[in-house]
């Protein structure tokens, strides 16, 4: 699905599209090494390759939820849930709340990802 | 209600075929794992449940908005990340290494509509059987997975965990028994008409035995007189199909029949070996087994088929 | 209010009486539903909408009796109530009818009936599109659920797994194949109708954030439908090409594999659970507030955690594959993201609960089923976690475990929320509330009744007794849980029997609801009871997330008429487009009325699809040439019309254009989402196409000599060209132009078919013989693609030369030439992609 499509501002978007696609890239890519290598298969050189991409992936995402933690966190802290009204600044403290959100959970999402990478050490 | 399940299983968790009564190394790993996350499951339910019902109960709160947000990203948000990011890590440390295979023993099992074709192999031996597999205790043994022309799924419960056999493709799987006894498998995947009735014995040896029995199984068969059965069995063409190691060694279509007599159950787990059993079979194989492969032989007197049964049992 | 500019000429006319009566006189004899048999020939949303609902819930109900019949034979072992071939067949159907006739559709007929009341709109933006994706659904729906009452129902199970689904599936499969392909078609169009509904037809002033949860849920889950049903689509494309012309993709023995269409179909098949969870969770986030009576807890939260829950449940579908033999890395990957996906939707279950705690909880029957639904799903989502942990899967992947835990889900995560929805939402289809007392019971015996059954499987799945066996034999341990299951699946039944008896006595009895009866606080409960032909009198201008509580003179302001569009003075159907963020009026949009080309449409792609399950291929072709005539027809006669005037006055002082083209318009964006799902199938393709080259040592194979790279090379020149034209025609139309854009129209045409020849010459001339390996079969099947699709764009040039010189398409009217455009940007990138792999990489592999 593409979430970002309808909401154009991009803002709201990146942080969603680059986190997990960036991590999750890495899955094709392991899935063929290890069809094409077997399952004896060190992982060590794409495990670098994949720990590097996580890690700029990563520090991208914390980039962008600090930024936007900075705008948001008052709003976050105190009355977030109260009604939000029909002001463009309201729509755009919705949006900066979303990217903060999805920057949160895009990064579990990295996390999760560089996971097994982390525990396994070869195809098997 | 997970709590309930608990209390269903200590009970009942018995049984030839049972994932929670363990008699394989790896099983018995899945169970332990599988106890401990009922029990987180069963904690997490509980409080989530009891959170959302005193909600509803409770008189109006005086919660802010805060709290409402500490709950989301407290419980929403941080416990089940730092919760399934443990489990996950546990999950992963106990992946199964297929890479290289520490066993003196590999098993080969062919799956075919609806039976097993298995061929135990040590050293240089290889020996051919079917629709039963004896394993030893307290042995890695290798699984060398294969199918003839459908998916099927291995499946040995009280063992170990399943692997599909696929078009195409050599799957192995590495199990070893610890606990000497008589259990049940059968296959997972959907494969046809009698899925159902694709199940197979699994022997577990008590260590030492096995060799014992590998023997037994490489001799020929047990019963060399020119019986009538015998002799009906090789006029009806039943060797077009079927192999009787040392008697007629000409098809390999059908199971292996070597030491048919000494297997515990008739067409891949489909009924107990009984000479009753084995005569309604070779009368009408489809009235027991629908889509098994094996044609009828209804035109037969009865007396011949009871012959055949006879000579048929005697190989043991 | 007072933000809103009026009109301030004078008085207001909505404050006279007799004008406000001639308007409701004149909007209702614009909105009547035709009589008699003509009736069927409706197309608005709220009488498509009911009979979707309708029909998917027999549909149901038509499963519930299948799995009535499964838990009958298996009450006991060695039961013998059916034979093996047609227990395969009845739970084959089972699991098909209640995926894809049930659960897809019911949020599709649930959102077609609802999404217009709730965004404050007359009607969809395309009613005939949802008209004839409804017929779709019905006569593709018949013909699967029929073909049981035959012996020839798919047998395979509901994935179709091939080689068994090749080998012995017999007619069945390709049922199952072509039925569900058009019910595929179906699905996607209602997406594509909903999609732009929530994008375009918000109703003014409802700003993107203000949108009901219900309305992002629906985008969700159109793009999740956009995106995940195309894969399968593929799938059914390359399963109906080796099932009827013996091309082998997935027949190992030559070169293909039978795990592509795992792959395939679960890519769908994964996301498809979401797409059946999603939307009935968004009926919760409706239902919670209303029932707490106040707004819910952490909007922005929920938004979030369904586009996160939409994106991640993409990335998980080999969780259904963890036993194929893949490498641990794979299932440690996978396994990753199946945990991952838990936290989005745990967040909005905590969203739901902090809400519920935040507010003075009214006790009813829809909050019954709230509390029941989360109770069975948390269940289901935890024997989920547990699952997605490989080596426990191990054991439980295609046991009884599974079957429990995809029932807990399933029922949990949708069958009791579409309750609570059903009975909260009952009022606003018909006027009248059900029953408190009968809900009650029903809610009991549903629930009881469900967990009798299925909390048993667990147990019975650990026991070891495998999934799909028509029986068992005795002490395995099995007979007892089996026993109860058996049991407690009769209760589940009387549970639905509850349901339709309380159903049938509410609309006997005249009696209806008082307006808004949950003192809800959502634009939707604005409509009068019972509801009026015309949907909604006007269309509100939205400040606030919950307007009936936050303005006080809401309701009173919507009853005069004080909002937009009051009035039909010129006789036509007509709602407001909006812009997609902010929600300023930019068109005045006339929608049709009743028609018979969508039912034509659908009767002749039925008998397309139908009669290519028994190879009859002159009969199918002559199908779909009466098909695409049905189809033109309709496009020539009520698409893009040259209105009267071009602009019209809507209220408020707002004047907006009445013909929209381009990137503006809602016609362009439907074309828009369409060609991604199309293009999403397409790459689903190109997929395949690596697969058998990460599988196979040398791919392509040695011995293929095709399709070279000449062919390929003149057919992507030549698709350039054709492009080419096309744009340079839509940009000389716009000049006025007329005798060059002809030309260029012209030429475009005829560059596309010599580009055709040229794609087909490369395999043909190079002699690549699909049946013989599955390198021929997957070049030809992209070819194959290709080749249709530029049949399609050569077709709708032709239209918009024929709609050019016959005047409907001039420089102010250019929808038509927009929209081929559109096309032709998405067939040339295909195109080019396929002459670059079939051309180019063998030349670098």
Redesign the interface.
Same mark, same amino acid.
């Given at each position: 699905m593409d979430p970002g499509r309808a909401p154009t501002s991009g803002r709201f978007c990146s942080p969603r599209r680059s986190g997990p696609c960036i991590s999750s890239s890495s899955i094709p890519g392991f899935a063929v090494y290890c069809a094409k290598a077997g399952r004896d298969a060190a992982l060590d050189p794409a495990r670098a390759a994949v720990l590097a991409a996580s890690t700029v992936a990563l520090g991208f995402l914390v980039w962008l939820f600090l930024g936007s933690w900075r705008r948001r966190r008052p709003s976050v802290t105190d009355a977030d849930f109260s009604f939000e009204g029909n002001t463009p600044e309201e729509r755009h403290r919705f949006l900066t709340h979303m990217s903060l959100a999805s920057s949160a959970l895009s990064i579990v999402a990295v996390i999760y990802t560089t996971i097994p990478i982390l525990v396994l050490e070869t195809c098997r | =209600? /997970?709590a &309930?399940?608990l209390l269903?299983?200590v009970p009942?968790?018995?049984?030839?075929? %049972?994932?929670?009564d363990p008699a394989g190394l790896?099983?018995e !790993? *899945?169970g332990s @794992? @599988?106890l401990f =996350? /009922?029990l987180g499951?069963a904690t997490? $339910?509980a409080l989530?449940?009891g959170?959302? *019902?005193l909600? *509803?109960l409770?008189r109006? #709160?005086r919660?802010t908005? !805060? @709290? +409402?947000?500490t &709950?989301?990203i407290g419980?929403?948000?941080i416990f089940?990340?730092i919760g399934? +990011?443990a489990?996950?890590? /546990?999950?992963?440390? %106990?992946?199964?290494? $297929? %890479?290289?295979s520490p066993a003196d023993l590999r098993i080969h099992v062919h799956g075919e509509q609806f039976w097993w074709r298995v061929a135990y192999e040590r050293g240089d031996e290889r020996i051919v059987s079917a629709n039963e597999i004896h394993l030893p205790a307290g042995e890695p043994v290798e699984f060398v997975l294969t199918t003839a022309?459908?998916?099927h %799924?291995f $499946?040995m419960?009280?063992i170990?965990?399943?692997?599909?056999m =696929?078009?195409?493709?050599v799957? !192995?799987l590495i199990l070893t028994p610890t606990t000497p006894g008589i259990y049940?498998g059968?296959?997972?995947? @959907?494969? #046809?008409?009698?899925?159902?009735?694709m199940a197979f014995a699994i022997v577990v040896h008590p260590p030492g035995e096995f060799d014992d029995w590998l023997v037994a199984e490489t001799s020929p068969a047990s019963n060399s007189a020119e019986t009538e059965g015998r002799r009906l069995f090789l006029a009806n063409g039943c060797a077009a199909c079927h192999r009787i190691g040392g008697i007629v060694e000409l098809g390999e279509v059908g199971p292996d029949l070597t030491h048919v007599g000494s297997r515990r159950t008739l067409a891949a #787990?489909t009924a107990p070996m009984s000479r009753q059993a084995l005569t309604d079979w070779i009368t009408d194989p489809q009235a027991l087994k629908?889509?098994a492969g094996m044609p009828a032989y209804t035109m037969l007197p009865e007396e011949e088929i009871l012959a055949i049964a006879d000579f048929l049992l005697s190989l043991e | 209010m007072t933000s809103v500019s009026r009109d301030g000429h004078g008085p207001d006319p909505q404050d006279d009486p007799a004008i406000r009566r001639a308007q409701e006189e004149r909007l209702a004899r614009v909105w009547e539903q035709p009589k008699g048999w003509r009736y069927w020939t409706a197309v608005n949303n709220s009488e498509v909408g009911l009979w979707y609902i309708v029909t998917s819930f027999a549909f149901m109900l038509f499963a519930g009796v299948l799995g009535l019949l499964i838990r009958a034979q298996l009450a006991r072992p060695d039961g013998d109530l059916l034979s093996a071939e047609l227990y395969n067949q009845v739970f084959t159907l089972h699991g098909t009818a209640m995926m894809f006739l049930f659960g897809v559709p019911i949020f599709e007929a649930v959102a077609i009936l609802l999404l217009p009341a709730l965004l404050g709109a007359r009607d969809l933006p395309f009613p005939r599109l949802s008209a004839f994706g409804f017929w779709c659904f019905l006569l593709g729906g018949l013909f699967v659920c029929g073909s049981i009452f035959f012996d020839a129902a798919p047998n395979s199970g509901w994935f179709m797994y091939p080689p068994l689904s090749i080998d012995q599936g017999g007619i069945g499969a390709e049922i199952w194949l072509l039925g569900l392909s058009f019910i595929e078609v179906a699905s996607i169009a209602a997406a594509v109708e909903l999609i732009v509904g929530v994008l375009k037809c918000r109703p003014p002033g409802m700003h993107l954030n203000l949108t009901p949860l219900y309305g992002w849920y629906v985008l969700i889950v159109g793009g999740m439908i956009v995106f995940a049903f195309p894969p399968l689509i593929a799938g059914d494309f390359l399963f109906e090409l080796e099932k009827a012309f013996d091309w082998p993709f997935f027949d190992a023995s030559r070169g293909g594999d039978p795990l592509l269409w795992q792959h395939l179909f679960w890519i769908f098949g994964h996301p498809e659970v979401y797409i059946i969870f999603l939307p009935s969770i968004a009926l919760l986030a409706m239902i919670v507030p209303t029932f707490a009576q106040r707004p819910i807890a952490g909007y922005s939260w929920v938004v979030l955690s369904a586009i996160g829950t939409g994106f991640i449940s993409f990335g998980l579908w080999a969780h259904h594959m963890y036993t194929t033999g893949m490498p641990s890395i794979s299932l440690g990957f996978f396994s990753a993201a199946s945990e991952a996906v838990v936290i989005p939707t745990g967040i909005q279950i905590f969203v739901f609960i902090a809400t519920l705690m935040m507010g003075r909880v009214i006790r009813s029957v829809p909050m019954l089923f709230a509390l029941g639904a989360l109770m069975i799903f948390v269940a289901g989502g935890l024997t989920g976690v547990m699952i997605a942990v490989a080596p426990f899967d191990f054991q439980g992947h295609d046991s009884y475990f599974i079957v429990a835990h995809l029932h807990y889900t399933l029922f949990g995560g949708m069958v009791f929320p579409l309750m609570a929805g059903f009975y909260y939402y009952f009022p606003l289809a018909f006027g009248k509330l059900l029953s408190r007392r009968l809900g009650i019971i029903a809610f009991w015996l549903l629930f009881v009744g469900f967990n009798v059954t299925f909390l048993p499987m667990h147990l019975t799945g650990l026991l070891g007794m495998p999934r799909r066996v028509f029986t068992y034999p005795q002490n395995l341990g099995w007979e007892i849980p089996n026993l109860v299951s058996s049991l407690g699946a009769i209760v589940i039944a009387a549970g639905f029997a509850t349901v339709i008896l309380d159903v049938i006595r509410t609309l006997r009895n005249p009696a209806t609801a008082p307006r808004n009866p949950w003192n809800a606080g959502t634009v939707e409960w604005m409509l009068e009871m019972p509801p009026k032909p015309w949907g909604a009198r006007t269309i509100p201008h939205i400040e606030s997330r919950y307007p009936i509580w936050d303005a006080p003179d809401f309701l009173a302001r919507y009853d005069a008429g004080r909002f937009y569009l009051p009035d039909a003075e010129e006789g036509k159907r007509e709602t407001i487009v909006t812009s997609v963020l902010d929600a300023d009026p930019v068109q005045c949009l006339r929608v049709p009325g009743p028609g018979l080309m969508p039912i034509v449409a659908a009767v002749a792609l039925a008998a397309m699809f139908f009669l290519a399950t028994f190879h009859l291929w002159t009969l199918t072709v002559l199908a779909g040439f009466v098909a695409l005539g049905a189809i033109l027809w309709w496009l020539w006669t009520g698409t893009a019309l040259p209105p009267e005037k071009p602009v019209k006055e809507i209220g408020l002082g707002e004047r907006v254009p009445i013909y929209m083209a381009g990137p503006q318009s809602v016609g362009w964006w439907a074309m828009f989402i369409t060609m991604t799902a199309d293009l999403v199938a397409y790459l689903s393709l190109v997929f395949s196409y690596f697969f058998f080259w990460t599988i196979h040592t040398d791919f392509p194979p040695a011995d293929a000599a095709g399709p070279g790279w000449a062919g390929p090379l003149a057919a992507g020149l030549l698709f350039v060209l054709a492009w080419g034209l096309t744009l340079a025609a839509r940009k000389l139309n716009d000049r006025a132009h007329i005798g060059a854009t002809r030309v260029c129209l012209g030429a475009g045409i005829l560059a596309g078919a010599v580009g055709i020849a040229a794609l087909i010459a490369g395999p043909a001339l190079t002699g690549l013989d699909a049946t013989h390996h599955a390198y021929p079969a997957i070049v030809w099947a992209l070819v194959v693609w290709i080749v249709a699709h530029a049949g399609i764009g050569l077709v709708s040039q032709g239209f918009c030369l024929a709609g050019h010189i016959r005047g409907r398409l001039t420089s102010d009217h250019d929808a038509d030439i927009w929209n081929t455009t559109l096309y032709w940007h998405f067939l040339l990138f295909t195109a080019l992609v396929t002459t670059l792999v079939i051309g180019g990489f063998p030349l670098v592999a």
């Open positions: - | =209600m /997970v &309930l399940l269903l299983l009942a968790c018995g049984g030839p075929q %049972s994932a929670l790896e099983a !790993r *899945i @794992f @599988f =996350m /009922v499951a997490i $339910w989530l449940m959170t959302a *019902i909600a *509803i409770r109006p #709160g919660h908005e !805060r @709290f +409402a947000n &709950l989301i419980g929403g948000v089940p990340t399934l +990011a489990l996950l890590t /546990v999950g992963l440390r %106990s992946l199964p290494d $297929w %890479s290289g022309d459908v998916i %799924s $499946w419960p009280a170990g965990g399943k692997m599909d =696929m078009p195409g493709r799957n !192995r049940r059968a296959c997972a995947e @959907f494969c #046809g008409p009698s899925h159902a009735l #787990g629908p889509g | -």
